[in-house]
């Protein structure tokens, strides 16, 4: 017996029937493409917009020796400063293959490495899940190191909220931190753009 749905049963014999179904089919498979297409496009765009804001705009101001301007289309472009921080979270990681995700492992683990040696391990947020049959609600209630010495398996994932590490990175540089080039702090100016009231 075939694995296949026959869907005769469903719908009858007739060619008719069975050719809207595969007319649905193409439209959605037509769809699906589009969708595809068009979310790759929206990331370029993204990426080109983040490359204005961030290079291409700063660049052109500080080459005219203008902070703030407000364009004759009733634009006000302004310069900021940012920082940008990040630690790959393990959901990201998981996604990648190969040398990206060692890239990603990597950086991750150097950031909380940093965090640790130099006092600010109070920013980082330790999550441990473990997972208990029935019955065993006061076996769950034991400290983490309890469960390993009994052979219970349990997962640990630790995380800084990227706002709490953007806020962090902030500061530290304000006071003068210099962060090592492998975490990936990045700051510098950029353009935002509002319309003029």
């Not at 490359?51 to 364009?71: F, N, Q, W, Y």
């Not at 302004?78 to 995700?101: D, L």
């Amino acid at each position: 017996m075939s694995d296949e749905l026959d869907l005769t049963k469903y719908i009858g014999t007739d060619k008719s029937d069975t050719s809207k179904i595969e007319k649905i089919l193409q439209r959605y498979l037509s769809l699906e493409s589009k969708a595809a297409e068009i979310k790759s496009q929206l990331t370029d765009l993204e990426e080109e917009m983040s490359r204005i804001v961030k290079d291409t705009l700063p660049s052109a101001m500080a080459e005219s020796g203008i902070d703030t301007l407000t364009t004759t289309s009733g634009y006000r472009i302004a310069m900021t400063n940012f920082v940008s921080a990040s630690i790959p979270g393990m959901s990201a990681i998981e996604k990648k293959r190969g040398e990206e995700k060692e890239k990603m492992l990597d950086k991750r683990e150097a950031w909380f490495e940093w965090l640790r040696e130099n006092g600010h391990d109070g920013l980082i947020k330790n999550e441990v899940k473990a997972s208990f049959g029935r019955g065993e609600d006061e076996r769950a209630k034991e400290i983490v190191d309890s469960l390993m010495e009994q052979g219970i398996s349990t997962t640990q994932q630790e995380s800084v909220h990227s706002r709490t590490l953007t806020s962090f990175v902030k500061e530290q540089i304000g006071l003068g931190t210099d962060f090592p080039e492998e975490l990936g702090v990045f700051q510098g100016e950029k353009a935002e753009i509002k319309k003029a009231r």
